[in-house]
């Protein structure tokens, strides 16, 4: 597709300011020359800067593939950028100077202002960032290279991390891609040393853990010595919702997230009871616009950083991260949501990533295209999974343990599940084995009741079953139940942890300051709608806390 054709086809994606709009740009920005052939980004930098056009033209150039691709050409009053930009994380592409050029040049706390206090250029901006990343998917940008096999675990894990995060990315199968040599070769790189992530010739990373990846694509921020108003753990809805009224209150906030926005509900392939989306949407989809609300308010979102331990000093919350660095917090939010159980099988761990997964978007998917499947699991999650994965797997096992799946599975997906031709409901039954080398060749399903064992031919299992607290970083003085989730209001002022005077508010847990929300919480709905308004009420919460923080201290 052209450049002509592309703005065509995405107006929205490169939209021409407004004279007015360019002097209501030139009050908090300096109009700088550059000459041609001048970079004003490369590819790979963090936090680089936002470009208003007021004479000249911009190339934007695409390096990630074998040559160098023009992908549009800038011209006066329009602009640079995209959601990375936004984000702070790394360009994917290059911005060069053709002829000499005059921008209004832009940094990135600066752009940020721009957002949250410019109603009238925000909305523009924003949708032409959010435009353009369909764009690029349109003209198959190359990105960042995942080069490595099927079969490997870690190169199943790399783009996962990647696609949850929504990083550019192709990824090249050294077992069957006919070019695979001459690409390891360009790349100086032997294939007992794969998975590998590369940008062009430009860097490369050998098998690198999710900590390096994200500090490489500036998904990780350094750490800044500041003390925090609210710091929340985990970036499912419950968190991000804390997030964007927090940080558009004017709260100084931290979100630490170990693997990507969303948690569990940013792995569904559509939530379809969720209002205000009547015709639905994906949980990634719905995770990243929330990310984007966050981060246009001032949220900075930390990703890879797992929290491993709180503590308690001066009257301030302190988060250490696995990598050791520490967060220090005035009001903690505690929405680390759940996990699924894994199934109790003696070789589960080696099919986990290569035929085990536990969530069905398009990347597993497009891994299981035209094989039977395994769904197990009796929730909406399993059963938006089967609906999802049916549609491009030549059969759905959908297998549960209970006898009914409407005590625990909305009505709407039950009918559905049954008007689809290829989906097989097994229920009273579990998988108590796992056939297969490298590869998932069968399963041995037995009913729960009868004992009779049934041997199955799938390719893949997609797990959905139960909940487990991400609650093993807790000190003691953070009640939970008998299940791992965290206990929170009135009732805990009997608490021998709890130090004040008041009853704890109604989402604060057993230790003044520290909240919890979402499905971490005992006795929350476990539906993306109530985290949503707890992480919300939260704020609130804290506003109070904050209040009367300095005489409610008594360590």
């Known amino acids: 597709m052209s450049q002509l054709n592309l703005k065509a086809k995405y107006p929205q994606a490169f939209p021409k300011l407004t004279t007015q709009q360019l002097r ?28 208003v056009i007021q004479k000249g033209k911009i190339e934007i150039i695409d390096r990630t593939g074998d040559e160098p691709n023009t992908v549009v050409i800038h011209e006066p009053l329009e602009f640079t950028g995209d959601l990375t930009n936004l984000a702070g994380r790394a360009s994917n592409v290059d911005a060069v100077a053709r002829g000499v050029v005059e921008v209004y040049e832009i940094q990135y706390e600066e752009l940020r202002n721009i957002i949250s206090n410019k109603p009238e250029l925000s909305d523009i901006i924003l949708s032409a960032f959010i435009e353009r990343a369909s764009a690029l998917r349109e003209l198959h940008v190359t990105g960042i290279r995942v080069i490595g096999p099927q079969s490997s675990q870690d190169t199943f894990r790399i783009r996962d991390f990647l696609s949850r995060n929504r990083v550019l990315f192709t990824w090249l199968d050294s077992e069957t891609d006919r070019n695979i040599d001459d690409i390891l070769k360009r790349l100086n790189v032997d294939k007992n040393e794969l998975p590998v992530v590369a940008y062009g010739n430009e860097w490369l990373l050998k098998n690198p853990n999710n900590v390096d990846l994200a500090k490489r694509t500036g998904l990780r921020k350094v750490f800044n010595n500041i003390i925090y108003d609210l710091a929340i753990v985990g970036a499912g809805p419950a968190g991000l919702a804390a997030a964007v009224y927090g940080a558009s209150e004017g709260l100084k906030t931290i979100v630490l997230e170990s693997i990507a926005a969303g948690g569990q509900a940013g792995t569904s392939s559509k939530i379809e009871n969720y209002l205000g989306f009547p015709t639905g949407i994906s949980g990634s989809d719905l995770a990243a616009k929330a990310a984007i609300q966050a981060g246009k308010f001032g949220a900075l979102a930390n990703i890879a950083s797992k929290v491993v331990s709180l503590n308690f000093e001066n009257g301030y919350q302190v988060i250490e991260v696995e990598s050791g660095e520490k967060v220090k917090t005035k009001a903690l939010l505690i929405a680390s949501g759940a996990e699924y159980k894994k199934l109790d099988l003696d070789n589960l761990d080696k099919f986990e990533g290569r035929g ?28 938006q999974a089967a609906i999802f994965l049916s549609s491009s797997v030549k059969k759905v096992y959908l297998i549960a343990r209970s006898k009914d799946l409407s005590p625990t599975m909305s009505n709407y997906l039950i009918e559905r599940i049954q008007d689809i031709h290829n989906i097989e409901l097994i229920l009273n039954s579990e998988i108590t084995e796992i056939k297969g080398d490298l590869h998932i060749e069968a399963i041995i399903v037995t009913n729960n009741i009868t004992k009779e064992q049934t041997e199955m031919n799938v390719a893949a299992i997609f797990s959905f079953i139960g909940a487990m607290p991400n609650t093993g970083w807790l000190p003691d003085e953070i009640e939970k139940d008998e299940k791992g989730f965290i206990n929170t209001g009135i009732s805990l002022k009997s608490s021998p942890h709890w130090k004040l005077t008041r009853q704890p508010f109604l989402l604060e847990t057993s230790r003044a300051g520290v909240f919890a929300a979402g499905d971490v919480r005992s006795l929350s709905v476990k539906r993306v709608a109530s985290a949503v308004g707890e992480g919300s009420m939260t704020v609130q919460f804290v506003h109070e806390y904050l209040k009367d923080r300095d005489s409610e201290i008594d360590d």
């Open 356 to 383: 085990v997964y536990y969530a069905a978007t398009n990347m597993e998917a497009t891994m299981c295209t035209a094989v039977p499947v395994a769904v197990v699991g009796g929730g909406n999650s399993a059963g």
């Open 24 to 51: 209501s740009i030139a009050e908090v920005a300096e109009c700088k020359t550059y000459h041609d052939g001048d970079i004003l980004i490369e590819a790979g930098e963090t936090g680089f800067k936002f470009h």
